[in-house]
């Protein structure tokens, strides 16, 4: 079957609309392009099919045969209804979650556009990076246990002269190597460190092994610090878009935990 080029070229241009949560329908809407038993097919509906059943094309082959699968699927669904055949409980929930998030998807899309993220809020994110990593950059190695015990019986033995950081890192990594992020962790800046190593690093100097264990949620760790430099931060226009992606989780993050909380919630034991 063979359908209008202008209907062809229009659907083509349905992927530069905006997204689900951008508007909110209460019925079809769209060019009626097709009737099936009095049932209008519109632009719209078809657009759906196609994004449920995973089909990205839109050309001219795949639109139509598109339009033969929902026309197929409508015309199944109508002898259904003539036979009266019920949905299951498992579809009526389905259904049921499909409507609920779909509410949800256009909550949070007004909230999101009622809290439009500024470019000083981009910049105002990007000082406070920089200002985090504390303008330097750290070359670090260090050895990771389970017991703070083994850490620190290490970095005394170093700190006695029994053994120096280079031949533990190489007994250690010997005797590790399935385990990973240890040893030489190369350049470095404190927002990519955890906060145990924050602490010390700063008043560390270049060649010093830090003479106690320093303790993280991952164990206890000695410490080597080799060199520092001076921290040479992108550009700003380089980094925006990941600021801007990473603060928008956030107000996705911040709504939820907003709305869960004004939710009167009563969980069955």
């Known amino acids: 079957m063979k359908y209008p080029l202008l209907f062809l070229l229009s659907l083509a241009l349905l992927a530069c609309q905006g997204s689900p949560g951008d508007q909110?329908?209460?019925?079809?809407?769209?060019?009626?392009?097709?009737?099936?038993?009095?049932?209008?097919?519109?632009t719209d509906l078809l657009k759906a099919y196609l994004k449920a059943n995973g089909i990205a094309k839109s050309d001219e082959v795949t639109l139509n045969k598109g339009l033969e699968g929902l026309i197929a699927e409508m015309a199944m669904?109508?002898?259904a209804q003539k036979k009266?055949?019920?949905?299951?409980?498992?579809?009526?929930?389905?259904?049921?979650?499909?409507?609920?998030r779909a509410m949800a998807t256009n909550a949070l899309s007004d909230y999101l556009k009622n809290h439009p993220i500024e470019d000083k809020d981009l910049r105002a994110e990007y000082n406070k990076?920089?200002?985090?990593?504390?303008?330097?950059?750290y070359h670090v190695h260090h050895l990771l246990?389970?017991?703070?015990?083994?850490?620190?019986?290490?970095?005394?033995?170093?700190?006695?002269?029994?053994?120096?950081?280079?031949?533990?890192?190489?007994?250690?990594?010997?005797?590790?190597?399935?385990?990973?992020?240890v040893g030489d962790l190369g350049?470095?800046?404190?927002?990519?460190l955890p906060k145990?190593?924050?602490?010390?690093?700063?008043?560390?100097?270049?060649?010093?092994?830090?003479?106690?264990?320093?303790?993280?949620?991952?164990?206890?760790?000695?410490l080597f610090l080799e060199d520092t430099r001076?921290?040479?931060?992108?550009?700003?226009?380089?980094?925006?878009?990941?600021?801007?992606?990473?603060?928008?989780?956030?107000?996705?993050?911040?709504?939820?935990q907003l709305a869960r909380a004004k939710a009167r919630v009563a969980i069955k034991e």
Request: charged fraction near 25%; aromatic fraction near 6%; glycine fraction near 6%.
């Open 230 to 256: 001076q921290l040479q931060p992108p550009p700003f226009e380089e980094v925006k878009a990941g600021i801007e992606r990473s603060l928008r989780q956030k107000q996705v993050d911040k709504y939820r």
């Open 129 to 137: 990076i920089i200002k985090n990593t504390g303008g330097q950059e």
């Open 24 to 42: 909110q329908t209460t019925a079809q809407t769209g060019e009626v392009i097709a009737v099936v038993n009095d049932e209008p097919v519109t």
């Open 145 to 181: 246990f389970a017991d703070e015990v083994q850490a620190q019986k290490l970095a005394e033995d170093i700190a006695a002269g029994k053994t120096t950081f280079a031949e533990a890192e190489k007994k250690y990594l010997a005797e590790n190597t399935a385990r990973r992020n």
């Open 187 to 192: 350049w470095v800046n404190l927002s990519q």
């Open 77 to 79: 669904a109508r002898e």
């Open 84 to 100: 009266k055949l019920p949905l299951t409980p498992d579809q009526v929930n389905t259904l049921q979650y499909l409507h609920l």
């Open 196 to 222: 145990g190593f924050r602490q010390v690093l700063p008043g560390m100097k270049p060649g010093q092994v830090y003479p106690k264990a320093v303790a993280s949620e991952y164990g206890g760790h000695v």
